[in-house]
């Protein structure tokens, strides 16, 4: 059985999808797209949250592995504010 959830980007609604294993479906608006150094940020905003002025966005990262991708978590405190930067320069 696989344990991994899966997503999609729906380019056209701007909105990326997640899967988990349950087949439970969370959805995010995609804030910004970002490509620093080979790299693919997204900077997200959950569905249910876009009202709110105040709601915080997060960082993931679009790895390739092979004929694979997924999205991982921006952990790293150096790499996230270099993403924060770059996306506060185009606001």
Request: proline fraction near 1%; charged fraction near 40%; glycine fraction near 6%.
């Amino acid at each position: 059985m696989n344990n991994e959830g899966s997503f999609w980007i729906d380019e056209e609604e701007g909105v990326l999808i997640i899967k988990d294993i349950d087949g439970v479906e969370d959805k995010f608006i995609i804030e910004d797209e970002l490509f620093i150094d080979e790299n693919t940020y997204l900077i997200l905003v959950p569905e249910e949250m876009v009202v709110d002025e105040e709601a915080e966005a997060f960082v993931l990262k679009l790895v390739s592995d092979g004929d694979e991708e997924y999205l991982s978590v921006v952990d790293d405190e150096a790499e996230f504010e270099m993403v924060k930067a770059e996306y506060m320069s185009g606001k």
